[in-house]
């Protein structure tokens, strides 16, 4: 089935720097990128669509510049914590979808456990 | 908002078969019903949908009632591996948006 590589999965620094999170699709091309957040014990919520060559359209109550999307190519896309601080600390999920193929179900990436200090 | 409502917990022995319910009497049309689940950890991952007919491979079986109003997928021999939660979620099919409920936390007890 379709591969959805999300990079790095743990990432541990201090309050203040910027992270960036890459999320890549091995085996399709994705038009449509999706990132997600999940607090402990928490369902997974949207945070932003990234469509390929277009500005990301984030959800209601996302910072867009704190949480800057780039989705450059069919295969790639990245998400940039900016300043990070403690209550960024998250699990971040990519998934990857295809209007190409629009009966292949998304797929995910394993996730990046982001850990401010 | 999620369009489903799940169970949030159950438990189910090994071996036997895990039946998950899931309400969706919202469900348009031209909206089939998804299932996936978590591990603790990991990412979702796919697991079968369908729009009206009945579905199967090689991880479950999604038997939708014939209103479309609810679902249950079926793990026919499940195994401790299985714990996970579940999450059941309608939208229709392309490159749209999945929005997850609290899903159903499945234990599978030795």
């Known amino acids: 089935g379709a591969v959805v590589s999300q990079h790095p999965s743990r990432v541990i620094c201090k309050s203040g720097t910027s992270v960036k999170i890459e999320c890549r699709s091995l085996d399709f091309q994705a038009t449509t990128m999706f990132w997600y957040r999940q607090f402990p014990k928490q369902s997974l919520m949207l945070m932003a669509t990234?469509?390929?060559?277009?500005?990301?359209?984030?959800e209601q109550g996302v910072e867009k510049d704190k949480f800057l999307i780039n989705h450059a190519s069919l295969t790639l896309s990245t998400l940039t914590v900016t300043s990070a601080h403690p209550e960024d600390s998250s699990f971040y999920i990519c998934?990857?979808?295809?209007?190409?193929?629009?009966?292949?179900?998304?797929?995910f990436g394993d996730g990046t456990r982001l850990s401010i200090l | 908002d999620a369009k489903t409502t799940q169970p949030p917990s159950m438990d189910c022995a090994e071996g036997r078969a895990a039946n998950l319910p899931c309400n969706h009497s919202?469900?348009?049309?031209?909206?089939?019903v998804y299932w996936y689940r978590q591990i603790h950890s990991q990412g979702p991952q796919y697991i079968i949908h369908?729009?009206?007919n009945n579905e199967t491979n090689e991880m479950a079986s999604l038997i939708i009632t014939e209103d479309r109003k609810s679902s249950t997928l079926i793990l026919p021999h499940a195994t401790l591996r299985d714990t996970a939660v579940y999450y059941c979620?309608?939208?229709?099919?392309?490159?749209?948006?999945?929005?997850f409920g609290q899903g159903t936390r499945l234990t599978i007890n030795p």
């Open positions: 979620i309608v939208r229709i099919q392309g490159a749209q948006k999945l929005v």
């Open positions: 369908g729009l009206k």
């Open positions: 990234s469509n390929e060559g277009s500005k990301a359209t984030y």
């Open positions: 919202t469900i348009s049309g031209n909206e089939y």
């Open positions: 998934s990857a979808s295809s209007d190409l193929w629009p009966g292949q179900p998304q797929h």
